[in-house]
Nanobody
Framework: QVQLVESGGGLVQAGGSLELSCRGT????????MGWFRQPPGKEREFVAA????????FYPDSVRGRFSISRDNFNKMVYLQMNSLKPEDTAVYYC?????????????????WGQGTQVTVSS
């Protein structure tokens, strides 16, 4: 069983930065592919970033590429999402997710473990 707990959300002005953290549990953490998703108010969940279990590959949608960066620390069972140049449209609840198979990284349905989410609000 894997549990994920996000932290680091908050209120930030447009153009600012924020780093989200996701702490995992379980001995299998280092074998899990990890992702970040977000759900803006009134909208569907969308893919934000993903990283392979060893950290060698990362994936981003065009909407955040160049502004967001995902990283991981398997020894401490942590995943991070560094968010720079934030925009009001980045406002959402951000979720950490884990996959124990070979996922299509931008599909939420391929992830089996989810955190409770952390709110990020970007003011204009």
């Amino acid at each position: 069983q894997v549990q994920l707990v996000e932290s680091g959300g908050g209120l930030v002005q447009a153009g600012g930065s924020l780093e989200l953290s996701c702490r995992g549990t379980g001995e299998t953490f280092r074998y899990l592919h990890m992702g970040w998703f977000r759900q803006p108010p009134g909208k569907e969940r969308e893919f934000v970033a993903a990283i392979t279990y060893g950290g060698s590959r990362t994936f981003y949608p065009d909407s955040v590429r160049g502004r967001f960066s995902i990283s991981r620390d398997n020894f401490n069972k942590m995943v991070y999402l560094q968010m720079n140049s934030l925009k009001p449209e980045d406002t959402a609840v951000y979720y950490c997710a884990a996959s124990n198979s070979d996922p299509t990284f931008n599909l939420g349905r391929d992830y089996v473990y989810w955190g409770q989410g952390t709110q990020v609000t970007v003011s204009s």
